[in-house]
């Protein structure tokens, strides 16, 4: 028998638009799916990217970002993901989450109000000190960076 703890943080929302809270698909889904808050369909020509509004404000706990991470299937039946990914929205931002979107396809994309346009993942992170020294630890790695291993 398998237990699935499932730790729930509250995050304070207003939705300023008309569609649903961001929900998750499934008990187990790690992100929520944000929708287009538009008043008339938009059109993303090829290479074009656009700001699509959600009407969505959130306050995060301190310690916490959300990130907005592209949709697999528009992506790869559409050619349609979000540039900036992920796109990290902060715990101290009370703004409009907006979603910047791309089409990297070969033809026009309408997106249409209500669309599940990008899913948001709320994950906890650290904030660091950095320290000034003029040596780091060796590693066998050392500074052997993109393709180092001969593989792609």
């Known amino acids: 028998m398998h ?4 730790y729930m943080i509250k995050v304070k929302v207003i939705n300023k638009g008309h569609q649903p809270l961001p929900a998750y698909a499934t008990p187990q889904s790690a992100g ?3 929708r287009a808050n538009i008043a008339e369909p938009i059109t993303l020509r090829p290479l074009e990217r656009r700001l699509i509004p959600t009407g969505l404000h959130i306050a995060l706990p301190a310690g916490y970002e959300a990130q907005v991470r ?3 299937g528009l992506a ?3 050619g349609i993901t979000v540039l ?3 796109g990290t929205i902060d715990a101290d931002y009370r703004g409009e989450i907006g979603v910047v979107l791309v089409n990297l396809s070969q033809d026009e994309f309408v ?3 209500g669309e599940r346009i990008a899913q948001m993942v709320i994950a906890r992170h650290e904030t660091v000190d950095f320290e000034l020294v003029d040596v780091l630890d060796e590693t066998e790695r050392g ?3 993109y393709g180092h291993t ?3």
């Open 3 to 6: 237990i699935i703890f499932k």
């Open 32 to 34: 929520l799916d944000l």
């Open 70 to 72: 592209p949709r697999s």
């Open 76 to 78: 790869l039946k559409h």
């Open 84 to 86: 900036n990914t992920p």
């Open 111 to 113: 997106v249409n109000d």
């Open 143 to 145: 500074e052997g960076g």
């Open 150 to 152: 001969g593989k792609l």
